[in-house]
């Protein structure tokens, strides 16, 4: 089973609507992330906090805002959304190893914007 | 820049067929680490392997094994025996080393979407 749980695992929601979807893990990792990702296609990198500090921001429009509270937890901030902002929306953490570092993501979120 | 390229887009065998996915990877770095993602349908990206670039020893896993061949820069990954829960879309992907300290950033193929027919 993932150690990063988002919730709500479904959210429909209309363009003037204010909604969030929140992510936490337990695995102490001091790296958090948004990743949006379409169908059939990659994921691709929205957000970083690193240290709970906004370190990335991949140029995502104001209508997404990131948070977060402390280190297990990630929220994503949606208002004003735009139908093609639908998509499967996946939180993930890591934390630097002398190994190296893994990304582990959680199960996402998927959301719909009507 | 970096580059990953999964060239095979779907492929479809019957269960028990050995199956090879394909990665290239481009970079300049002399220090990166090459992965392998498993998302099936239900969306969570399975983490499934981890491969430093000064480790180019070959990896089993039960069914599971990765060669990383950094002559050709490739990174294949071979499931023994397919099973139907082995159906998935698969991705190969590569660190940015010029991100450090906790957090990082993954440079991804576009994915191979593996079918497994009983």
């Known amino acids: 089973d993932t150690e990063v749980t988002q919730t709500p695992k479904h959210l429909v929601m209309g363009m003037t609507n204010k909604k969030s979807l929140k992510c936490e893990q337990h695995m102490g990792h001091r790296a958090m992330y948004w990743y949006k990702q379409k169908a059939k296609k990659p994921p691709e990198l929205m957000f970083v906090?690193?240290?709970?500090?906004?370190?990335i921001n991949e140029s995502v429009p104001s209508r997404f805002s990131p948070e977060c509270p402390n280190s297990s937890l990630l929220n994503l901030h949606l208002h004003a959304l735009q139908p093609e902002d639908s998509a499967l929306y996946l939180c993930?953490?890591?934390?630097?190893?002398?190994?190296?570092?893994?990304?582990?993501f959680g199960e996402g979120s998927w959301l719909t914007v009507v | 820049a970096q580059k990953v390229t999964q060239a095979q887009t779907e492929i479809s065998v019957v269960e028990k067929e050995d199956v090879t996915l394909d990665c290239v990877y481009e970079?300049?770095?002399?220090?990166?680490?090459l992965f392998w993602y498993k998302q099936p349908p239900s969306g969570e990206l399975v983490f499934l392997i981890r491969?430093?670039?000064?480790?180019?020893q070959n990896e089993i896993s039960g069914r599971y094994s990765w060669n990383f061949q950094k002559s050709t820069s490739s990174f294949n990954f071979t499931i023994t025996a397919s099973q139907v829960v082995d159906s998935a879309v698969y991705f190969c992907?590569?660190?940015?080393?010029?991100?450090?300290?906790?957090?990082?950033?993954?440079?991804f193929g576009k994915g191979i979407t593996l079918s497994v027919r009983p």
């Open positions: 491969r430093n670039s000064f480790d180019e």
């Open positions: 993930a953490s890591s934390q630097r190893q002398s190994s190296g570092n893994t990304i582990y």
């Open positions: 906090y690193s240290y709970e500090k906004l370190s």
């Open positions: 970079t300049r770095d002399t220090t990166y680490y």
């Open positions: 992907a590569l660190s940015d080393p010029n991100y450090t300290g906790a957090n990082s950033k993954l440079t």
